[in-house]
């Protein structure tokens, strides 16, 4: 399975539109070779260089999605909650609220991991979960799993 991020630089730097200093919308997400038997598909996003990549002490989340139907193959630019594809739910970020957040490190350039995983189940819904939540709840049910990593630094 690959996951691909059209908008990121050559070198893997996220334009500032997608980030607090642009419009903080999330970027296009594509993605092919999901195995066919693929009931759903969730995705995080995160940053584990919080707050300063020289002295990491968390992992910060700024998307979380589960529940996106197996033929649905990309996300649009900026997709609102309620333009997801049917049966799509959202979790909670590290803002404590549903939704993209784009990155807005304080200090350094940040590496965010946008991380796509095949499920061989729909997982419930689970009312607004953490990611660790999500996590837990797709623990052994992963049957593919793919990644873009792009980085950040304010200017």
């Known amino acids: ?4 991020i059209a908008a990121l630089g050559k070198d893997g730097s996220i334009p500032a539109r997608y980030t607090c ?16 038997d693929t009931k759903s ?11 300063d990549p020289a002295a990491p002490k968390m992992t910060w989340v700024h998307w979380v999605l589960y529940g996106i139907p197996p033929q649905v193959a990309s ?40 991380k796509l995983y095949a499920l061989d189940i729909i997982l419930p819904n689970l009312q607004h979960p953490t990611k660790s939540a999500v996590e837990k709840a797709m623990h052994g049910h992963i049957l593919a799993k793919a990644e873009v990593v792009g980085t950040y630094k304010k200017h």
């Not at 399975?1 to 691909?4: A, D, I, N, P």
């Not at 200093?21 to 066919?36: M, R, V």
Request: net charge negative.
């Open 1 to 4: 399975m690959r996951l691909t």
């Open 21 to 36: 200093q642009g419009n903080d919308i999330s970027p296009a997400l594509s993605w092919i070779g999901a195995p066919a």
């Open 41 to 51: 598909f969730a995705l995080i996003v995160d940053d584990p260089d919080a707050p």
């Open 75 to 114: 996300l649009e630019e900026g997709v609102a909650e309620k333009a997801l594809p049917a049966g799509t739910m959202s979790g909670l970020n590290d803002w404590k609220r549903t939704g993209y957040g784009g990155p807005c490190p304080p200090v350094g350039r940040h590496r965010y991991f946008f």
